[in-house]
């Protein structure tokens, strides 16, 4: 082996380790930010955003989107004076 055999291996492995973590983050994502937006359904978003990761990315998008949406709030009801 010379030296540029042993660079392509290293960007190979930095590469794989590179994917490895995109991979990792876009599953984590959605749910970070359904729960730091206080989402009332958080852990349903962090499950959709790994299942969708998992079964092949068309999905993602939604459960990205889903993890925006802003729950309206409950309406209260008014209280005589």
Do not use: K
């Not at 989402?39 to 978003?45: G, K, M, R, S, T």
């Amino acid at each position: 082996m010379n030296g540029l055999d042993i660079f392509a291996w290293i960007v190979l492995i930095v590469l794989a380790a590179s994917a490895i973590a995109m991979f990792c983050i876009a599953g984590w994502f959605p749910g970070h930010i359904a729960r730091t937006r206080g989402h009332p359904w958080a852990d349903a978003v962090r499950a959709a955003g790994w299942i969708t990761l998992i079964c092949g990315f068309a999905l993602w998008p939604v459960a990205l989107i889903w993890a925006y949406v802003d729950v309206p709030a409950p309406r209260q009801r008014e209280t005589a004076r």
